[in-house]
């Protein structure tokens, strides 16, 4: 199986990028913006689960697959909360939602569960978050009318997403196997999937009162994103009692997005944190959560 490895991008986030960076659309951008708040405390969640059980795995491929899964998502999670400072330069208050969803997903629902049942909610988000990024490398939209930074940004941690969709999966499987723990995975995932993204947009509207999303939005954002099969789709794949990540042929996508951004400035160390505004680096950096990463 393919190595894992961890690539360290530093993209050149700044005051130039729109309030409504994703195809000028309110929706869109807002909804992205929402899942790029859930991001950096859910990669540290999805690192917590895999690394409770890293001492019990006997294959050494799949131990070295864990540690590039853990450095890849330890650098989403950076980059993710850089680009907050974005959301911040544009008037956006975070602290808030950012708090809510820590003590109720992290400090309630995870200090509830069993560590085996938080590694099966990591495996359903993760195979989540790669359909997702399937769908966002297969953007025409993303790549030819959006901000070209955040362009690259989504693009490469779509890519990563998609290469190590499997470890946590993987991972489940050796450790605690069974169909019932996966699919109660598979449950609390799109349910708590579902409700902080939705929260998270809203908090993000209510803060934007000038946003206007027309009812042709919602539309689209069917056609595009549900009626694909992109959500749905993903829940009844991984709802087959002999499904593997590895099923989902999207390895080559995701090859050709990161040879191609493995070229641009953003790849390149000391090229684009240069090009920083001093609108966002002067701002203190906040970490959304008590807990930091553990590499
Ligand atoms: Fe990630
Ligand atoms: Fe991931």
């Known amino acids: 199986m393919k190595k894992i490895r961890p690539r360290t991008p530093r993209f050149p986030f700044d005051s130039k990028i729109p309030k409504y960076w994703f195809n000028d659309n309110p929706l869109a951008s807002h909804m992205v913006n929402s899942l790029n708040l859930l991001f950096p405390d859910g990669e540290k969640m999805f690192i917590r689960a895999v690394r409770a059980f890293e001492d019990q795995l006997a294959d050494p491929g799949l131990k070295e697959r864990v540690k590039g899964f853990i450095a890849q998502e330890t650098q989403h999670g950076r980059e993710h909360e850089r680009y907050f400072d974005v959301l911040r330069a544009h008037g956006f208050e975070l602290e808030g939602f950012l708090k809510f969803q820590n003590v109720l997903a992290y400090g309630v629902i995870e200090r509830l569960t069993s560590k085996s049942m938080s590694l099966a909610w990591t495996a359903a988000l993760e195979h989540y978050t790669a359909v997702f990024a399937q769908w966002t490398l297969g953007r025409a939209t993303l790549r030819e009318r959006s901000n070209p930074v955040m362009a690259d940004f989504l693009r490469w941690h779509s890519a990563e997403e998609i290469e190590h969709k499997s470890v946590a999966f993987d991972v489940l499987a050796a450790v605690a196997p069974g169909y019932a723990r996966r699919v109660t995975g ?110």
């Not at 449950?187 to 027309?214: C, I, N, R």
């Not at 499904?243 to 042929?249: A, E, N």
């Not at 920083?276 to 970490?287: A, G, W, Y």
Request: with cysteine; hydrophobic share 40%.
């Open 186 to 295: 598979l449950l609390l995932a799109s349910v708590s999937l579902t409700a902080f993204w939705a929260a998270g947009t809203v908090y993000l509207f209510q803060q934007d009162p000038e946003a206007h999303v027309k009812w042709e939005d919602f539309k689209r954002l069917y056609t595009e994103f549900l009626a694909h099969g992109t959500m749905g789709g993903a829940f009844f794949a991984y709802l087959k009692p002999g499904f593997h990540p590895s099923q989902i042929k999207n390895e080559q996508l995701a090859a050709e997005a990161l040879s191609e951004l493995e070229t641009t400035p953003a790849f390149r160390p000391g090229c684009s944190r240069s090009e920083s505004s001093p609108l966002l680096d002067f701002r203190q950096r906040r970490i959304s959560s008590t807990s930091e990463y553990v590499v």
